[in-house]
């Protein structure tokens, strides 16, 4: 199983990005997709999480501001991130709760995307 970050890069406060997160191999299903931040000096934090039936939950720092969302049929889930501010800049991370053909249920992690918010 791999998972696939994107959709990083540098914008300036108040802007929006979309990340994706592309989960790929021989799955079976997928529980809860979520996405983690690391800032430098920092640790790593959950932003935001969905489950497979759609229930979402989000850090307060991005509550109202960002918005994570999946399509089952691909197993992709997104975040949608606006009004984008200086301290949301980190790398951020894709996780799955996976099972797949032949595997026990895990915890898979993309390889991070970095988001940068700057004038």
């Known amino acids: 199983v791999q998972l696939q970050a994107s959709g990083g890069g540098l914008v300036e406060p108040g802007g929006s990005l979309r990340l994706s997160c592309a989960a790929s191999g021989r799955i079976l299903s997928i529980n809860v997709m979520a996405w983690y931040r690391e800032a430098p000096g920092k640790q790593r934090e959950l932003v935001a999480a969905i489950t497979y039936s759609g229930r979402s939950n989000y850090s307060d720092s991005v509550k109202g501001r960002f918005t994570v969302s999946r399509v089952n049929a691909i197993n992709t889930a997104y975040l949608q991130m606006n009004s984008l501010k200086p301290e949301d800049s980190a790398v951020y991370y894709c996780?799955?709760?996976?099972?797949?053909?032949?595997?026990?249920?895990?915890?898979?992690w993309g390889q991070g995307t970095q988001v940068t918010v700057s004038s």
């Open positions: 996780n799955a709760d996976v099972l797949a053909v032949w595997e026990t249920r895990s915890a898979y």
